[in-house]
């Protein structure tokens, strides 16, 4: 029999199996935690799991105490469908791992939403947060797309309805690693390969429900009074570019940035760029790093 908190199952490229399997609804989220001090929880994007934090996430274990997971439908994690929140998720995860004291939230598109929403609902239980390409913020048109990039997303949707997920995996690498205005290709090697990996897995992953968070508007942002800094890959899709200044400016005493050179996935793609604003933020919070010094990554 596996040792409580073991899940079965191979390792996947470049991530060690985890050490911790968290129930939550009909859910057993996969989960990593190392290191001491002040908890930093890791949410990852939509199109990966939660080896897109490998760097940042490595540097933070030096000197804290490093989490991070995957949620339903990614990576590790194994879940049958229901109608589930992503922010219980979140919170089932924060009290396995996290102990008494409240998390900084670290996330990435879909798991910057998540971040916002857990601070809004449980402000006792988080910190801080770090915003990287956050979605929400109300609203569910359809931004208008220059011709380029509703071109790519027309193609993605056609590839999707005709069930060809290599072609849709490969589009969402433009999209999202490259980024929509960049060069095909711009990113390559190890990278793009995990990349494909880690999406491909999601495209292939069994329905896990719907979830019922409600989201959130910009107009609540204001209630929060915490720490947090919002930032955005320059080669990222304008419109979310656009709502990372709009949230930023939202949120009281927030800091914001713009990292040059990078799309959506900054962590992934080029971890040195968001190692050392991450350790900074840390740094400025009284107590939560240790004495030990990280590496930028």
Same mark, same amino acid.
């Given at each position: 029999? =596996? ?28 989960? %990593? ?8 929880? /890791? ?7 939660? @080896?897109? %934090?490998?760097?940042? %996430? ?15 439908? /990614? ?19 924060? +009290? ?38 956050? !979605? ?25 309805? +005709? ?12 999209? %999202? ?16 390969? =995990? ?8 495209? @292939? ?7 019922? &968070?409600?989201? /959130? ?24 570019? &656009?709502?990372? @200044?709009?949230? $930023? ?22 971890? $040195? ?12 919070? !009284? ?11």
């Amino acid at each position: 029999m =596996l040792p409580e908190h073991q899940l079965p199952g191979q390792q996947l490229p470049g991530h060690r199996l985890p050490g911790h399997s968290i129930p939550s609804g009909r859910a057993r989220l996969a989960a %990593w935690a190392d290191g001491h001090g002040c908890p930093v929880v /890791f949410l990852h994007a939509n199109v990966c799991d939660s @080896r897109m %934090w490998q760097a940042p %996430w490595a540097a933070v274990q030096a000197v804290g105490r490093a989490i991070a997971y995957d949620r339903r439908g /990614f990576g590790h994690s194994q879940a049958q469908a229901e109608d589930y929140s992503g922010v219980a998720d979140l919170m089932a995860v924060i +009290a396995a791992l996290a102990g008494d004291a409240p998390a900084i939230l670290v996330g990435c598109s879909q798991g910057g939403r998540i971040a916002i929403e857990a601070a809004l609902r449980h402000p006792a239980a988080i910190r801080g947060l770090v915003l990287i390409a956050p !979605s929400g913020g109300g609203g569910t048109a359809e931004p208008a797309h220059p011709p380029a990039i509703a071109s790519l997303l027309a193609r993605q949707q056609a590839a999707l309805a +005709a069930g060809e997920l290599e072609q849709v995996n490969a589009i969402k690498a433009r999209l %999202w690693l490259d980024g929509p205005l960049a060069p095909e290709g711009r990113v390559q090697g190890p990278v793009r390969q =995990l990349f494909l990996a880690m999406n491909g897995l999601a495209l @292939r992953a069994p329905p896990v429900g719907a979830n019922t &968070d409600a989201g /959130f508007g910009l107009e609540r942002l204001g209630e929060l009074r915490l720490p947090c800094l919002v930032m955005a890959g320059a080669l990222d899709f304008p419109h979310i570019q &656009d709502r990372c @200044r709009r949230i $930023a400016a939202a949120i009281p005493g927030a800091s914001t940035g713009l990292l040059a050179g990078v799309a959506h996935l900054p962590s992934l793609e080029r971890p $040195a760029v968001v190692t050392p604003p991450l350790l900074a933020f840390l740094r400025r919070l !009284s107590g939560c790093l240790s004495g030990r010094q990280a590496s930028p990554g």
